[in-house]
């Protein structure tokens, strides 16, 4: 090898990155020890940025395209070295490439229930998850912010940074909301966009940002969920007396077809069909009830559930009030027919005195003072 070859095997001409990972966001050009000739070539493919950092301090922050590396397109590094016009030597400098497209698919969840007031079922606990992505908009931010001197760096190692701001801001979302707990599966959407929004702030000081954030499951302790389920059942069995009827049957059913019962189950199923006899008894042909006997008085319906309004004021939401709350603040001047409500199962916002439960709160008048 002559003098010559070696020479030129010691400088770098051609400076390029490739990544075959799918969780890269920053990678430093190894260039161990040699140094990048002038003119060398410097490639950026669409979805990077290559960031030069000389003797520590951050240099020019290249864009997507073929670069010849000398002074009219390395303005900071010319100015960091004093170098003039006629510069031609080789010169080291550390090369940072950082990936510019979306990480996505990232998880997120709430470790611990966040407590919440629901205008329903009043305080609740409510847990959510998701996903969301990410993505660099600022390579020298991300580079003296985050990265530092590491040369290979990845999501997972500020994954972990995003999800506890992400859970902040969710909790302070979902609590602040007003939405009922029933309701949010239907807002999940918007509630998103909110979320990643004000994430978004936080991460732009990382030079980050957040171009989507989803909210894939808002869900109620255990307990709660079985409560609400029976709720449901409830008013699925309609008759509670001919679904007692059936449950019984089904049960003697089960009871008759499990031989490991023996005599217990025989017993049991005997006086399950006793007590269903005597029940037939006492009613008349086709489960009629004789005539001698009253019919048992129906059981009164539950009482209607009292609406609540979300009241909209200066950019705010006030809220819930009830109706009656309502009067007195219609009486007192605090709210007028021009006043925009909201109650859950409303289509959006309307002005009081388009909604007919609120609309005669502004029709009664006094009748006139005596001697008038």
């Known amino acids: 090898m002559g003098i010559f070859d070696f020479l030129s095997g010691q400088f770098i001409d051609v400076i390029h990155w490739t990544d075959d990972t799918r969780d890269t966001m920053v990678w430093r050009f190894e260039r161990e020890g040699h140094e990048i000739k002038y003119g060398a070539k410097l490639t950026v493919r669409e979805g990077q940025a290559a960031v030069f950092v000389h003797e520590g301090q951050l240099a020019d922050v290249f864009t997507p395209g073929l670069y010849m590396l000398e002074t009219n397109n390395m303005p900071i590094m010319t100015s960091l070295q004093h170098w003039d016009h006629g510069f031609k030597s080789p ?198 009830a004789p005539a001698t006997q009253q019919p048992a008085a129906a059981a009164p319906p539950p009482p209607p559930v009292e609406h609540v309004w979300h009241v909209a004021e200066n950019g705010q939401t006030k809220g819930p009030f009830s109706r009656a709350a309502l009067g007195r603040m219609a009486s007192a001047g605090e709210i007028s027919r021009e006043t925009y409500v909201w109650t859950a199962g409303q289509d959006g916002w309307m002005r009081a005195e388009d909604v007919t439960e609120l609309a005669q709160l502004f029709t009664v008048m006094p009748p006139p003072p005596p001697g008038s």
């Open 91 to 288: 010169f080291k400098s550390e090369v940072y490439f950082v990936n510019t497209t979306r990480f996505n698919d990232l998880k997120w969840g709430t470790k611990n229930p966040i407590m919440a007031r629901d205008p329903e079922f009043g305080p609740v606990r409510l847990r959510a998850f998701g996903t969301y992505s990410i993505r660099v908009t600022d390579p020298a931010k991300f580079l003296v912010e985050i990265v530092g001197t590491d040369g290979e760096f990845t999501r997972d190692e500020i994954s972990y940074q995003i999800r506890n701001i992400i859970v902040q801001e969710v909790s302070r979302v979902l609590a602040g909301s007003g939405i009922p707990v029933l309701d949010m599966a239907a807002n999940t959407g918007d509630l998103g966009k909110l979320v990643a929004s004000e994430v978004s702030k936080t991460l732009a000081t990382y030079g980050l940002t957040m171009p989507e954030m989803y909210i894939e499951n808002i869900s109620l302790p255990p307990a709660v969920e079985q409560a609400l389920d029976k709720r449901t059942s409830m008013g699925l069995a309609g008759d509670l007396g001919k679904f007692t009827q059936y449950s019984a049957a089904e049960a003697m059913t089960a009871a008759a077809s499990n031989p490991a019962g023996g005599g217990m189950a025989a017993g049991l199923g005997a006086g399950m069909g006793m007590a269903m006899a005597n029940q037939m008894a006492n009613q008349g042909p086709w489960g009629q």
